[in-house]
C-alpha cells in the first residue's frame, strides 16, 4: 500500500485495525472499519456502543505502509525575515501604545486586536486565522500542514 486509495481499498467494513499509538500513549485497541468515506473512517471499538470517526488529514500527514498508516499533527516552519518583521511592527507591540495595551489587559478592551487585525490583514499575513492550512504559534512559527508534526495515532491492519 502506498496512497489513500489503497488504504481505503484495504479497509473495507469489517476490515480489523489496531489501535497501538495515541498521542504518545502506547494502545491496545481493537477497532472494527463500519463505514469507510472520501473524508474518514468509522471504527466501532469492541464494547463500545457508537462508532468513532476518524477524519483524513491531507496526504502530508498520513504515512501509509505495508502492514497499516500514522496520523501525524501539522508541524512547524520559522518565521522569514518578512514575517518578523510585520510581526514585530504589528499596532500592539509598538512603544507608542505600550501604555493603551496596558489599560486594555486590564479593562478587558480590544481596540488593539482589531488594529492588529486589520494591519494583519494589510500585510498579507492572515495567520491569525487558519488560511490553507497555516496558522501562526506563538514562539514555534507558523503551523502547516504541508510539514509532518509529531505522530498522533498509529493503526495495524490485522
Not at 498508516?69 to 518578512?82: D, H
Not at 487558519?130 to 490485522?158: C, H, R, V
Request: hydrophobic share 35%; glycine share 6%; charged share 25%.
Amino acid at each position: 500500500m502506498k496512497t489513500l486509495a489503497d488504504l481505503k481499498r484495504k479497509l473495507t467494513p469489517g476490515a480489523k485495525v489496531k489501535l497501538i499509538l495515541r498521542f504518545g500513549n502506547k494502545m491496545d485497541v481493537i477497532k472494527t472499519v463500519s463505514k469507510i468515506q472520501t473524508t474518514g473512517i468509522y471504527f466501532q471499538a469492541e464494547g463500545q456502543p457508537k462508532p468513532s470517526w476518524l477524519g483524513l488529514p491531507t496526504a502530508s500527514l498520513l504515512e501509509i505502509t505495508d502492514t497499516g498508516f500514522s496520523v501525524f499533527l501539522p508541524g512547524y516552519r520559522p518565521l522569514t525575515p518578512k514575517e518578523k518583521a510585520i510581526l514585530e511592527n504589528a499596532p500592539s507591540r509598538r512603544p507608542e501604545n505600550a501604555k493603551q495595551c496596558e489599560i486594555e489587559a486590564l479593562s478587558d478592551g480590544s481596540s488593539l486586536f482589531w488594529q492588529d487585525k486589520k494591519y494583519y490583514a494589510d500585510q498579507k499575513f492572515p495567520y491569525y486565522n487558519t488560511i490553507a492550512g497555516e496558522k501562526y504559534a506563538y514562539k514555534k512559527g507558523i503551523q502547516t500542514n504541508k510539514i509532518k508534526g509529531e505522530k498522533s495515532l498509529e493503526y495495524i491492519i490485522i
